[in-house]
């Protein structure tokens, strides 16, 4: 059984570019500097691990040809008769940095070249799905026609935590793996301390807390260091002296922030290790799979990854890896602003480290004669066994945005039921549960659906940025934004004002003002 990776919506965003639009077929961009020009025109180049497609080969192989489009067999053909069942996944739920590095080359001049994760564009921007009660999780589902398509529909799956508070936080036994190669110097190893800075704001009597430093060395500041409280004195002043210099061997400052975490490992306590690097490894092992490889015992050990990336010669292929090997959230700090959002905040802070619910795979139960034409998240599959079991923080969600279709005729479907399971082990007794949802078409067409718009504009967003990337400055991509800055307004204007929603529009002027 193949597994289907993410489809997209650039169906009506590459429609533009048959419209008699050469520019559409112009070549990619150049990754050979990075910085905004001030003449008023877009520079082109960065250093950036730049991949347009923004996902993994369907089938795993890693194919570099592979445009993200599902290849398989759900083609748009459907048996009546037939029922389908898919298991989906969205990745992990902190895994975010993709809007953010769209949003910095955005503001700094730059054209947006990067790998393009639509479902990270998901995981970052907010959604008001209710929380459930304690021990469980919520499933929702909401649904709509696609306008001028009869049959088929967008269907945004919800799965939301039960809410997590700083308060009833266990204790910390936290590594920071911090970056002072010189390609950190400057803004880069601003933010890495406002980070540090922010979380030690948070810490709490009795939390324990090391501190490697890695240029072409591993440098142990602080080992099993317990804190007294917030802003601990010790701790703040190895964050404050960090200095810049030196190459990078990123691999060799992971496996030793690994011993310190597992020195200190405790099933009472949260084991986290904070990789805060720009993902340039270029002294000692640069392997990408052999870096993510010092991450993966993190299941059996119980200590967790949290990555966060900064700098400007940034590697997102890199970070991605090590923190999705690693099952921790994956951050990108844009500026100090953003640093304070993620991390000062002790609730959100807490979503960032914590869990909720384990091993989380969600199952969507289409009825006769319905099959997925396109999929928003990571993958999906029709056998469980080939989708990856992600983790849910607390207060957060899971979403999942897909366009579904029916080859019922038109009001024959209404009375049929869509049912979406999420399957999911407890945090802490790793005892399996199921919380589930099952509604008729007609009952959640009838739903106000607030969150599927927001949804689909965030998606039809992401997926411009993928499509201009491969116009490159020019009429056909302003004719994409266009249509994009469309989407997005009436979504916003329905929603009677949404700051996500508001932030994206004025991204997206600041692209057309300087095409």
């Known amino acids: 059984m193949k597994i289907f990776k993410m489809t997209t919506v650039t169906l009506w965003l ?42 993994t080969d369907s089938d795993g ?24 069942t898919y298991w989906l996944s969205a990745d992990d739920s902190n895994s975010m940095a993709s809007p953010t590095i769209a949003r910095w080359m955005i503001e700094a001049g730059m054209w947006p070249s990067f790998s393009v994760r639509t479902y990270e564009f998901l995981n970052y921007f907010r959604f008001d799905y209710a929380a459930p009660a304690a021990g469980h999780v919520a499933v929702h589902e909401e649904l709509a026609p696609v306008e001028g398509e009869p049959g088929a529909y967008s269907l945004q799956i919800g799965v939301r935590a039960p809410d997590g508070s700083s308060l009833e936080r266990r204790p910390l036994n936290l590594v920071f793996s911090l970056d002072d190669s010189g ?53 703040l002043g190895k964050i404050n002296g960090l200095l810049a210099d030196g190459t990078t061997d990123l691999h060799q400052g992971l496996v030793k922030a690994y011993e310190l975490a597992s020195e200190n490992a405790s099933g009472s306590r949260m084991n986290r290790v904070i990789l805060v690097s720009d993902g340039q490894a270029n002294t000692g092992i640069t392997d990408h799979d052999i870096i993510a ?49 993620m991390f000062d905040d002790p609730d959100r802070l807490i ?5 909720a619910a384990r091993n989380v795979q969600v199952e969507l139960e289409l009825p006769a004669g319905w099959l997925m034409r396109e999929f928003h998240g990571e993958e999906y599959s029709e056998n469980p066994q080939e989708v990856e079991p992600q983790h849910l923080a607390p207060s957060d969600e899971m979403v ?9 005729e038109p009001g024959e479907d209404a009375a049929q039921a869509i049912t979406v399971r999420a399957h999911y082990l407890d945090p802490a007794t790793r005892e399996p549960k199921t919380d589930e949802t099952t ?58 004002g949404d700051a996500d929603l508001g932030q994206i529009e004025a991204l997206i002027l600041i692209l057309r003002s300087k095409i």
Not at 69 to 74: C, I, K
Not at 323 to 339: C, N, Q, R
């Open 14 to 55: 590459a429609a533009i570019c048959f419209m008699g639009l050469a520019a559409c077929g112009a070549g990619g961009v150049s990754s050979d500097a990075i910085g905004g020009d001030d003449d008023g025109e877009w520079d082109t180049g960065n250093d950036l691990d730049a991949d347009a497609d923004s996902d």
């Open 61 to 84: 192989d890693s194919d570099p040809s592979d445009t993200g489009t599902d290849t398989g067999t759900d083609t748009g053909k459907c048996d009546p008769e037939e029922l389908k």
């Open 183 to 235: 390609s950190m110097e400057g803004s880069p190893i601003e933010r890495q301390k406002q980070v540090c800075r922010d979380i030690a704001h948070n810490l709490t009597k009795g939390d324990v807390v090391s501190i490697v430093t890695w240029n072409q060395d591993a440098n142990v500041l602080l080992s099993s260091h317990v804190v007294d409280g917030p802003d601990d004195e010790v701790l």
């Open 293 to 341: 490889d010092g991450a993966k015992d993190s299941e059996k050990e119980g200590i967790y990854l949290v990555g966060v990336g900064v700098g400007n010669g940034y590697d997102d292929t890199l970070m991605d890896d090590v923190t999705d090997a690693g099952k921790g959230a994956y951050v990108f700090i844009d500026t100090l602003a953003e640093a304070d959002r």
């Open 351 to 355: 979503s960032l480290l914590d869990i």
């Open 400 to 408: 999942f945005n897909q366009i579904v279709s029916s080859c019922s």
């Open 439 to 496: 509604a008729t078409v007609a009952s959640l067409l009838e739903g106000t659906n607030r969150s599927l718009v927001k949804g689909n504009a965030i998606v039809a967003y992401a997926e411009a940025l993928k499509t201009i990337q491969q116009t490159g400055p020019g009429p056909a991509a302003d004719q994409v934004l266009a249509a994009t800055l469309a989407v997005v307004k009436a979504a916003d204007k329905t929603l009677g």
